[in-house]
């Protein structure tokens, strides 16, 4: 059985200049902010977003813990790091990629991702949240 809101989601995701799209029956949340910034509005936000399906640019560790928070139902990644997958797959959701990273590397090139250096150890989305909102602000990412 296909799945229309991830194939939506999906569908609007190759079609725009878009990091991350977010779709659940004719509700559509799109953004193009990158990193986690985009995640973490809509934790802020007034959406509820259980059960909607992403489909986003590039998903790690950090992006994989906000996402359960966010209880989405499933999620794809054009990259994802098997840290993401695992937590994925540890938490039920739902989860495809074009392309499974060992982990993902930081905008330079030159080394891990502060935000996957982040929640390097945790296995709490909770903690993760607290973890990557420090880094955010260590960063100056608001």
Known sequence: MK???????????DSGD?????????????????????????LDGENVLKGFSAADKVVGRA????????EVKEVYAGVMSEGAADVFAK???????????????NRKGDGICPMEQAVTGI???????????ERCRKLNIT
Not at 123 to 133: C, G, H, I, M, S
């Open 3 to 13: 799945n229309c809101d991830l194939e939506r989601a999906r569908e609007i995701f």
């Open 123 to 133: 296995d709490v989305p909770e903690q993760a949240l607290v973890a990557v909102r």
């Open 63 to 70: 992006a994989a813990f906000l996402y359960i928070l966010m």
């Open 91 to 105: 938490y039920g959701i739902q989860f495809g990629y074009g392309v499974l990273a060992k982990e993902i590397i």
């Open 18 to 42: 878009y990091t991350c799209v977010l779709c659940k029956g004719e509700v559509t949340l799109t953004s193009t902010e990158r990193g986690v910034k985009p995640l973490l509005n809509w």
